[in-house]
């Protein structure tokens, strides 16, 4: 590592930036990933009043619920900001401490989600209850995924952080999560709005 | 005990037909002679350090390239056994599950396994040498998605013996493809098939998306970039736009089969047309995904060909880009007869038909480029010249077909499966062996034969026209698409007769194509000078075939056709290239887990299809520690040495 980054300065323009090119590449890829919540979306919408005599949103939404875990995904969005904050101004310790008040809030998120479909499915609220059941599920579900995911990366990043420092390569990870986040905390504002405030109005 | 395991096997392993049982035998041979050959010859290292953890662009273009062939091969046996038994009226050929089978497995492997790694294919070996750079922007990237692409299609082409293979269509429209009507496992098989290769390719848009934006030789604009790049560029942003639908779409089908959603069902609030939607707005994106690179290439071929530079640039750049959003506002012309009303449906047959403008701009502009032009007929321009006419005629029954009052009648008749033919083997078929006959050289360092060649060309031209004109006629004449067998007093007997000859004639094309390259491995004209058709762009400005890093220096580009101008430059000095300076070049280490991760994939995909999740399970963790392990890796590059650039360039004949 140490070597190639040696090298990497003495040859900066034989080759381009590679970490500027990898955030490149991945906000296109959100670009994709907004495309897929998009699509996911726009079944739900088909779909949401097509509850074929089962539950409508109204009876199965819980909002106290709801609101805390949006309270909470707001919440870790803005300490994984401070975690960059504390990554420009090199403070690794700050920045990994942020990093974990994001992981548990981003945590405490997804064990409030699991708890809020084990009910409705113990209500007898399933995916195959109804097509706007299968929406739901699927919509919130899959942002639900990507959270875990983003969960799992963020602890592999405080490991290589914790192993190499502040450098090019883990400030670029760093960065990159973090737009993750603020991502999944847009679509989060936008599943609140459509799904459960739509669905409880 | 014993009867258990015949009893599984009996509904793993397809039985009860004589053609399989032939291609089960087929197989296991085959297997057997590659493991005996690898072993018998010690190839297993070389095959694992050279090829399966390759992340050099012009061998994973190579190894699309081939794993492109076998796939027409298969979708050709595919056409070739459904023209067979559909020669004559009340044949016993194929029975009707069977037939179903073929004509879904045909459109979808000649689609999505065939076309698209074919497009892949020159996209790797083409682009990153025409923008003069060394690599793409994510090597490792991309050799991830060669080998999602590669295990989703053996997953989706063992269904031929393990299991059952999909039966409800290229596009798989439910009720038929939901468990209600397809209870095998055939329809798991499609979904992850092409979940896992659609990974790869919406990876690969984005790869190559940020490569053509940044890692262009210094000095080439957006406007001097070659025509090829451009509808790169123009392709990638498609499959960017267009493929997450897709994943989502077959997504929820899996959620329908797999947890009993009701997405598309005909219960429970589900609504099938929502899929029929949903699958076209990547759907008919997808077509132009596949015929765009195929414009680019004939923009190539026209002006090197012609030995001029090409007409309009400025035009063809936008036509590809209004096209490119055009893409997206077509969809519902595939189901005009859903009834959307007057109004929608006028909508998308405007907008259908407004995509014929650009196209025909870009036409007129291949026209005008040759016009008075010194035209060379080598076998990339040959191609080139078949192409116009035909899709010229086939985007005409397009713009019939668009009209969507009259498309009530001609809707999923003979007409349809004449006019896509038209597009997509006219168009993008012969578009990508005019491609490959153009960039063969640069890949292989020989061209191929001419002489088979033109036995090749002539035989699937005149096929297709044999094939598919008498299949308009049989549209008119009420034969619907996806009929297994018909009767004698329908009189579409000499028709179809002739449409069977038609479709034989292009196999034996086919058949002199693999001949070609046989013999031309052995006796083709070896390229010793990099630039065998003296070439426009940067990719013939080093030797064939391209060393692995392969610009020596990255040359300095000043305008449009930059190899082109260079040769003047050179002409008007007297002087070869100046002396210049090497410095050590930064590569990408080659990886094993971009191979490891796909296998992970494929065992996820086939616990998935056959509901065993212990596997899937096993399979998706194994995926996860495989990006876990990337992730861990810091040492992922190297530089070679100037001693050894500098010898490598000594033996391809190159002065430093
Ligand atoms: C000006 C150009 C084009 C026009 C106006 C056009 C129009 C149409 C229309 C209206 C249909 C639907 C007809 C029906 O289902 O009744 C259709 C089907 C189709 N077209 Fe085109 N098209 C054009 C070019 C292309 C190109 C370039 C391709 C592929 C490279 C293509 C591939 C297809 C395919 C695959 C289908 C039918 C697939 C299916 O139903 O399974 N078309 N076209
Ligand atoms: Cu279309």
């Not at chain 1, 949401?48 to 106290?64: C, H, M, S």
């Not at chain 2, 392993?13 to 057997?32: E, M, S």
């Not at chain 2, 005629?393 to 077909?401: I, K, P």
């Amino acid at each position: 590592m140490e070597h190639a980054a040696s090298h990497h300065k003495h040859h900066h323009d034989d080759h381009h930036d590679q970490e500027s090119l990898k955030t490149l590449g991945f906000w296109i890829f959100l670009v994709t990933d907004c495309i897929l919540f998009g699509t996911l979306f726009a079944t739900y919408v088909v779909l949401r009043t097509n509850t074929a005599g089962g539950p409508v949103g109204k009876e199965i939404f819980d909002v106290a619920g709801f609101v805390a875990e949006t309270f909470i995904l707001l919440t870790s969005s803005f300490t994984s900001g401070l975690a960059v904050l504390a990554m420009h101004k090199g403070k690794i310790k700050e920045l990994i401490t942020w990093l974990i008040v994001t992981a548990l809030l981003g945590l405490a998120f997804i064990g409030l989600e699991i708890n809020e479909f084990y009910h409705m499915v113990m209500e007898g609220a399933t995916i195959s209850t109804s097509a706007f059941l299968s929406a739901f599920f699927t919509l919130v579900g899959t942002h639900g995924l990507h959270v875990s995911f983003g969960l799992i990366w963020m602890i592999a990043i405080m490991i290589q952080l914790g192993r190499h420092g502040i450098n090019p390569v883990t400030s670029r990870k760093v960065y990159n999560i973090c737009l993750y986040w603020h991502f999944l905390d847009v679509v989060w504002i936008f599943l609140f709005t459509v799904v459960y405030l739509m669905g409880v109005m | 005990m014993w009867e258990k395991i015949k009893d599984f096997a009996s509904t793993f392993f397809v039985t009860g037909d004589p053609l399989i049982y032939g291609a089960d035998v087929a197989i296991v041979l085959t297997t057997f002679a590659i493991i005996f050959v690898l072993t018998y010859y010690k190839k297993w290292g070389w095959l694992w350090r050279e090829w399966l953890t390759t992340v050099d662009h012009k061998k994973i273009g190579i190894m699309y390239l081939i794993a492109s062939l076998l796939m027409l091969f298969r979708g050709g046996v595919d056409a070739l056994l459904m023209r067979l038994q559909l020669a004559l009226p009340e044949m016993h050929f194929l029975h009707s599950e069977h037939y179903n089978a073929i004509f879904t497995t045909h459109g979808t492997i000649m689609i999505l396994f065939m076309a698209m790694p074919m497009m892949f294919a020159l996209f790797n070996i083409v682009v990153p040498l025409q923008i003069g750079a060394r690599d793409v922007a994510y090597p490792f990237l991309n050799a991830l998605s060669f080998w999602l692409f590669f295990f989703g299609a053996l997953l989706f082409n063992i269904s031929f013996v393990i299991g059952g293979s999909p039966d409800s269509g290229w596009l798989a429209y439910p009720p038929l493809s939901e468990l209600s009507h397809s209870p095998g496992v055939g329809q798991n098989f499609y979904i992850w098939g092409i979940q896992i290769s659609g990974i790869g390719s919406l990876a690969t848009g984005i790869n190559f998306l940020v490569t053509i934006l940044k890692m262009r030789a210094p000095g080439m604009k957006l406007m001097d970039m070659p025509m090829f790049t451009w509808s790169v560029l123009a392709t990638c942003i498609l499959i960017i736009f267009a493929f997450p639908i897709l994943t989502v779409t077959l997504g929820l089908l899996f959620v329908d089969r797999f947890f009993g959603g009701h997405f598309f069902t005909m219960d429970g609030g589900g609504n099938p047309m929502m899929y029929v939607n949903l699958i076209w707005m990547w759907g008919h994106p997808e077509v132009y995904i596949v015929i765009l690179p195929a414009f680019g290439i004939f923009s190539e071929i026209v002006s090197t060909f012609s030995r001029k530079k090409i007409f309009g640039y400025k035009s063809m750049v936008f036509a590809m880009m209004i096209i490119s959003v055009l893409a997206f506002f077509t969809w519902v012309h595939h189901f005009f007869t859903m009834g959307a009303g007057a109004d929608v449906n006028a909508f998308f047959a405007v907008t259908t038909m407004a995509i014929a403008i650009p196209t025909g701009v870009k036409v007129f502009n291949w026209l005008f480029t040759m016009f008075r032009g010194r035209i060379q007929l080598k076998q990339p321009m040959l191609w080139t010249l078949a192409f116009i006419p035909c899709f010229a005629v086939g985007g005409a029954t397009g713009v019939m077909l668009a009209v969507a009052p009259a498309d009530y009648q001609y809707h999923n008749s003979y007409f349809l499966i004449a006019h896509f033919h038209q597009v997509l083997i006219g168009g993008v078929v012969f578009g990508y062996l005019a491609g490959i006959y153009y960039w063969w050289p640069k890949m292989f360092g020989f061209k191929l034969d001419e002489r088979l060649g033109k036995w090749g060309f002539w035989l699937w031209n005149i096929g297709f026209y044999v094939c598919f004109m008498p299949q308009y006629a049989l549209g008119f004449m009420g034969m619907t698409r996806r009929v297994y067998t018909y009767g004698w007093d329908l009189g579409w007997a000499p028709l179809n007769f002739t449409s069977t000859v038609g479709a034989f004639l292009m196999g034996a094309g086919f058949v002199f194509q693999i001949w070609q390259i046989a013999y031309s491995i052995k006796h083709g004209e070896r390229d010793r000078t990099g630039d065998p058709w003296n070439g426009r762009t940067l990719e013939w400005s080093i030797p064939s075939p391209a060393p692995h890093y392969n610009f020596a220096v990255i040359p300095q580009v000043k305008g449009p056709d930059a190899w082109w101008e260079m040769k003047k430059e050179m002409q008007q000095d007297g002087t070869k290239k100046k002396p210049v300076q090497l410095k050590p070049i930064h590569m990408p280490k080659n990886s094993g887990i971009p191979f490891i991760m796909s296998v992970f994939w494929f065992i996820a995909g086939f616990g998935f299809t056959f509901s065993w999740v212990w596997m899937a399970v096993f399979g998706l963790i194994g995926v996860g520690i495989c990006l876990l392990a990337r992730s861990f890796q810091y040492d992922t590059d190297y530089y070679i040495p100037v001693k050894e650039i500098e010898r490598t360039e000594k033996a391809l004949g190159r002065a430093v």
